[in-house]
């Protein structure tokens, strides 16, 4: 072994990551088929994964699952640094740091489908702040702030119930 040469050795936690995201894009790249009546607006189903994988193995897992679908997911679909890949991440990123808050509040009060609507109402706002900020500098935009704000509740209340559903069933190792 020369110097120069790194190896790395993956562990059993980076293979259980690894499965989640490929799981996570899997899902993304069928949603993406789906069509929408309203641009930027999808049931976000790869988050269902996302919140197991918060519930189960901590935020750190999560972080990793949610970001690697997003590149992983944008590069299959040939959108990788496209203003899609950057409102995608974006909104991840809000959702993320919602999460990141809101593992701090009791259990007891705010189980998966309070956690999935409240990242989904942060993937919106987060997509929304860097629509208005880069793409559409103008004020008429907050007139689609109702149409999102109803599929965030609906999608986020839908994707919580059946991220709910599967951390009922039982854990593998």
Known sequence: M?????????????????RL??????????????????????????NIVTLVVLVRYGFGAAVWVSLLRVVAGSLMLGSFLSPSFVLS???????????????????????????????????????LAVVRAWLIPHDGLLYLVPAFSAAALLFGTANGLVAARLLKGPTKP
């Open 2 to 18: 020369t110097p120069s040469t790194i190896e790395l050795t993956p562990t059993r936690e980076d293979h259980r990551i690894a």
């Open 21 to 46: 995201a490929a799981l996570a894009i899997a899902l993304s790249l069928m949603e993406a088929v789906i069509p929408s009546p309203l641009p930027g607006v999808k049931p976000g189903i790869a």
């Open 89 to 127: 991440l974006s909104g991840a990123v809000a959702s993320l740091a919602m999460l990141r808050l809101a593992v701090l509040l009791p259990e007891s009060r705010f189980g998966p489908v309070s956690l999935s609507i409240l990242a989904a109402f942060a993937h919106i706002a987060g997509q």
